[in-house]
């Protein structure tokens, strides 16, 4: 995975977690996730009511958060990062991240468990794709 993401959460309408990746690093399984999660709504209803738009960057301490919310479904995507990143990047890999799922998850909420299952393991392939190509592995063994 990219280095600079420590985190990937999806969010479903409620502020429950769909989905977390972490990119291990050392003293990290102190992060309480729930916690995260629900802070991220909050702000995200806060932002939306207050300033009419969605939360998209916000730094808390030595990291960045970097958001998303899909309009029509209420899935939020975020990226928890170290605070110096380009934002640019992020957004964009966010972006990525948003639509593969959105192309996967189109009918998730009508799936049942298998279904679910079965969506949420076509995903992560995907995603190690999108955070990990395989060009780049390729490059490493040739050399």
């Given at each position: 995975m990219?280095?600079e993401i420590h985190?990937?959460?999806i969010?479903?309408s409620s502020g429950?977690?769909i989905?977390?990746?972490?990119?291990?690093?050392?003293?990290?399984?102190?992060?309480?996730?729930s916690?995260?999660?629900?802070?991220?709504?909050a702000?995200?209803s806060?932002a939306t009511?207050?300033?009419g738009?969605?939360?998209?960057i916000?730094?808390?301490?030595?990291k960045?958060?970097f958001?998303?919310v899909?309009?029509?479904?209420g899935?939020q995507?975020?990226?928890?990062?170290?605070?110096?990143?380009k934002?640019?990047?992020?957004?964009?890999?966010l972006e990525q991240i948003h639509?593969?799922f959105?192309?996967?998850?189109?009918?998730y909420n009508e799936a049942d468990?298998?279904?679910?299952?079965e969506?949420?393991?076509?995903f992560i392939m995907?995603?190690?794709?999108?955070?990990?190509p395989?060009?780049k592995l390729?490059?490493?063994?040739?050399s």
């Open positions: 990219i280095k985190f990937i959460y969010l479903d429950s977690p989905f977390i990746r972490e990119n291990y690093v050392q003293g990290s399984e102190e992060f309480n996730h916690l995260l999660s629900g802070f991220i709504s702000l995200q806060f009511q207050f300033g738009e969605e939360l998209k916000a730094d808390l301490g030595n960045t958060i958001a998303r899909c309009k029509d479904t899935f995507f975020i990226l928890v990062t170290e605070k110096k990143v934002h640019e990047k992020m957004l964009g890999i639509t593969l959105l192309e996967k998850f189109a009918h468990d298998e279904k679910k299952r969506i949420i393991g076509l995907d995603l190690n794709n999108l955070l990990e395989a060009e390729t490059v490493l063994f040739k």
